[in-house]
């Protein structure tokens, strides 16, 4: 059966890094005979400029019809002071499609070391894989904003938290068997209405995984002393956009970074996840990697195809092993060029 995947390049360097993604995504199928169908649409700013809505309703049908969805990056100064911003677009169709659950892996390369801001002994062997709440929190909570004070609200609900922390559970048993759940019990009360949901699904659900609880500002620091300690790292939306994009750096490169938001049923969406970089957009020099392995990891969850997955990622780990790349993890490559690294190493 045909899958059919939503294209959404977006604004910025999006359209570049999508563009690699579905260049690899193309070969990957043809090299596996394995048959799949892209829809075009139009999202965030550039949707803007073109009907005034960053999530218009076509974009919305093909997304709810597809099986997977594959985002660039949206955003940009241009929008900054509009009447309407991409953002919300963004928003919304996490919202629509259900997507409470962020994964967010982050992973040392095999001689990639000695490009992480951090020493050797500390880079070496970091394997996490962040899962984020992704449709309740501050940001999806009543707001406020006046000239002299503002205010957001964060509000989650018990079946909220239970629903994700699953994910999580079930993500341990497929790797090391450990969570670490961030939040901020000692001050908030969603911390504290967090931590009793995550303890008590642990208890009853799942025994066999070892849970430890961190507040937020501590783990922090700690993903800085010791990363190589953590498997899965369970938490709430905001704090989970904030530690994931710092644990990225760890890596070498935000732009290495893919991750996939999942509900419970439905098309999953697949990203990188920097953001739009307008100083640089049509510029060459974007990195696709963290794109490219959004569309493997796509291939994995969304489409069942884990061998497919497999092949993206060992192209992708073999070029940056072999000192390939774009200039922020050292290598000589241009997006465009990297990208035809991985397609063609796919199709030979």
Request: net charge negative; glycine share 10%; aromatic share 6%.
């Amino acid at each position: 059966m045909t899958k059919k995947i939503a294209y959404l390049p977006g604004d910025g360097v999006g359209p570049e890094v999508a563009g690699a993604a579905r260049l690899v995504t193309e070969a990957a199928a043809r090299k596996f005979d394995f048959p799949i169908e892209i829809k075009d649409c139009l999202f965030g700013g550039a949707a803007i400029d073109a009907c005034g809505d960053p999530f218009p309703a076509d974009t919305k049908e093909i997304c709810q019809a597809s099986d997977a969805i594959l985002l660039g990056a949206i955003g940009g100064p241009k929008w900054d002071n509009a009447s309407k911003r991409p953002e919300p677009g963004l928003l919304a169709l996490r919202k629509d499609l259900g997507l409470f659950a962020n994964l967010r892996p982050v992973k040392i390369f095999d001689g990639h070391e000695a490009k992480s801001p951090l020493k050797d002994d500390r880079a070496r062997g970091v394997d996490i894989m962040f899962v984020r709440e992704l449709t309740g929190g501050i940001y999806f909570g009543d707001r406020e904003e006046g000239e002299d004070a503002a205010w957001d609200q964060c509000a989650y609900s018990r079946e909220e938290v239970e629903r994700v922390a699953r994910v999580a559970f079930e993500a341990a048993r497929s790797r090391k068997g450990q969570v670490t759940s961030v939040d901020k019990a000692n001050v908030l009360a969603t911390g504290r209405l967090w931590r009793r949901t995550v303890t008590a699904l642990q208890a009853s659900d799942y025994p066999d995984v070892a849970l430890h609880h961190e507040y937020v500002d501590a783990m922090a620091m700690k993903l800085i002393q010791a990363p190589a300690h953590y498997d899965i790292v369970l938490t709430e939306n905001l704090f989970g956009d904030i530690l994931s994009d710092e644990a990225s750096v760890i890596a070498a490169s935000i732009g290495l970074a893919p991750s996939a938001s999942l509900g419970a049923g439905g098309p999953g969406l697949y990203e990188p996840i920097h953001g739009s970089a307008p100083d640089i957009a049509g510029e060459d020099k974007a990195n696709p990697a963290g794109s490219i392995l959004s569309a493997a990891m796509m291939f994995r969850l969304s489409l069942g195809a884990p061998e497919i997955a497999d092949a993206i990622e060992t192209a992708v780990e073999t070029a940056l092993a072999a000192g390939h790349g774009t200039a922020d993890v050292g290598g000589n490559d241009g997006c465009k060029a990297f990208a035809d690294r991985i397609a063609g190493a796919l199709s030979s």
